[in-house]
């Protein structure tokens, strides 16, 4: 962990870039076992924020210094068809200093080229697992390792930054899943890897499944930071779920990137991807102060820039 903050303060000093989350929509059309938005979760209360909720979102974010949105929700594909061209557009052209970060899954190339040249600079596409066996006990048969980690060659190809990453402790996940993971990573070279513990849900064939662990997401945050020097890491809405000091420990393990949610306060409790996610106090984007004390009180600074990877320099 000492190696891994050294090695982070070498390339990004005590900054933590802030990302405002914005998840637009639960309605998926995938079925992946341990997802509490799956498309087979009848108990779910289903929402949808309009184009005009979604500016409202941003222009808020902005008033409180974020210049990163982050476009997330299921793939809700009648919508996202409809809608998120116009709705990148829109936000790039209100807030030209700003980064857009889309996380909206697998689509065709055609349809990411169509982003990119909207002004979408970001993309997050966690593959999960890097093993095919593996990928196979998370998801449904329709779908597919191969297509998962095909889509994030595209990303990189069409130049946006790209963020991969995995679940730590998910069901069946050996040392050598996690070993298979990191050199997928090497091959990959992205800008982000998005790390967090399994955590079930209640409404999911997962739902005895035991958690995965903080200490473990943390050791592989600091093993990333060290084999990975210029990337990306957030601490996870996952982290701050699992244990009260999950964000500040992601932190001093390596990470640089927190994501407070922008999403209306009477929605944010149906994006539930797993039980007991935290949307409240400092995972508010509205209580950025809180968050911002908490991140001192443990040597580090929330920074109000778009916090772009150095990947690449």
Known sequence: MAAAREVRENIYGKDIYVRGLIEFSNICRNNCYYCGIRKDNRKIQRYRLTPEEILYCAREGYSLGFRTFVLQGGEDR????????????????????CAVTLSVGEWDRERYQCWREAGADRYLLRHETAVDE?????HPPEMLLEKRKNCLYTLRELGYEVGAGMMIGSPAQTAEHLLA???FLQE??????????????????FAEMENGSLEMTCILLGVLRLLFPKVLLPATTALATIAPDGREKGLLAGANVVMPNLSPPAVRKKYALYNNKVFCGAESAQEIERLKKRVEEIGYRIVTERGDSRVGT
């Open 78 to 97: 009648p919508f996202i068809e409809e809608h998120m061209e116009e709705i990148i557009r829109t936000i790039k052209k209100e807030f030209p200093d």
């Open 134 to 138: 593996h990928y196979r006990r998370l």
């Open 181 to 183: 993971d990191i050199r």
């Open 188 to 205: 990959l070279e992205p800008h982000m890897i998005g790390v967090g513990p399994f955590l079930a849900h209640a409404d999911t064939p």
